[in-house]
């Protein structure tokens, strides 16, 4: 079966740096686009940034175009977010989810089929 798993999660100070990884087994990995989401309490479910199967392609939520960024190894079946000068707005569980409807939009929780069960990020100010 599909497993994720996100892990690289902590408590920060602002200004701080924190890499999250997302393991993945049971799909085909390169055959996936994939995304990072993140939810805050009391908030719904928001996407942070895409990547394409082979990693040619991202996109960003514009709150964090410029201080997050998305990567993959194929050859290693990770998923990464490396998130630079976190801000306490940031504070969320993490998501790592794989796209399951290759031509929908990347952006939408919809478009994703299978989902990690989560990391906090927690930062303080």
């Known amino acids: 079966q599909v497993q994720l798993v996100e892990s690289g999660g902590g408590l920060v100070r602002t200004g701080s740096s924190l890499r999250l990884s997302c393991a993945a087994s049971g799909l085909t990995f390169n055959g996936h686009g994939m995304g990072w989401f993140r939810q805050a309490p009391g908030k719904e479910r928001e996407f942070v940034a895409f990547v394409s199967r082979h990693g040619w392609s991202t996109a960003y939520a514009d709150s964090v175009k410029g201080r997050f960024t998305i990567s993959r190894d194929n050859a290693r079946n990770t998923l990464y977010l490396q998130m630079t000068g976190l801000k306490p707005e940031d504070t969320a569980v993490y998501y790592c989810?794989?796209?399951?409807?290759?031509?929908?939009?990347?952006?939408?929780?919809?478009?994703?089929?299978?989902w990690g069960q989560g990391t906090q990020v927690t930062v303080s100010s």
């Open positions: 989810a794989a796209k399951s409807r290759p031509y929908s939009d990347s952006d939408s929780s919809s478009s994703y089929g299978y």
